[in-house]
Nanobody, 127 residues
């Protein structure tokens, strides 16, 4: 019953910003680890941002996005956000949000450990 829907992708020029959204239903954040992931053409899926507890503790970011991307949430809207700033062509990818029940144990930034996925939203950065 877990359902995740990403939105907010699009095409922007290098140096610009985008905010991605992930609307969720069918579960409560308090029992799940959550993360943002991306997959560029011809490359493996990689972790972008991850939290063991939504709204608490440390947010883990990939080195490639640290300082530029910010993970946040709106509990009232059951929505997660990924604010992306100073975008680079290398950020071009399909971006996904994903969830894993905490009782299973969680691994930060590891796509293979996530259980539920949205369909993704495409982000294209031009020069």
């Amino acid at each position: 019953q877990v359902h995740l829907v990403e939105s907010g992708g699009g095409s922007v020029q290098a140096g610009g910003s985008l905010r991605l959204s992930c609307e969720s239903s069918g579960f409560t954040y308090s029992a799940y680890c959550m993360g943002w992931f991306r997959q560029a053409p011809g490359k493996e899926r990689e972790g972008v941002a991850f939290v063991f507890t939504v709204g608490g503790g440390t947010t883990y970011y990939a080195d490639s996005v640290a300082g530029r991307f910010t993970f946040s949430q709106d509990f009232d809207k059951n929505t997660l956000y990924l604010e992306m700033n100073s975008l680079k062509p290398e950020d071009t990818a399909v971006y996904y949000c994903a969830a894993r029940p905490r009782w299973k144990g969680c691994r930060r930034l590891d796509p293979s450990a996530m259980d539920y996925w949205g369909k993704g939203t495409l982000v294209t950065i031009s020069t």
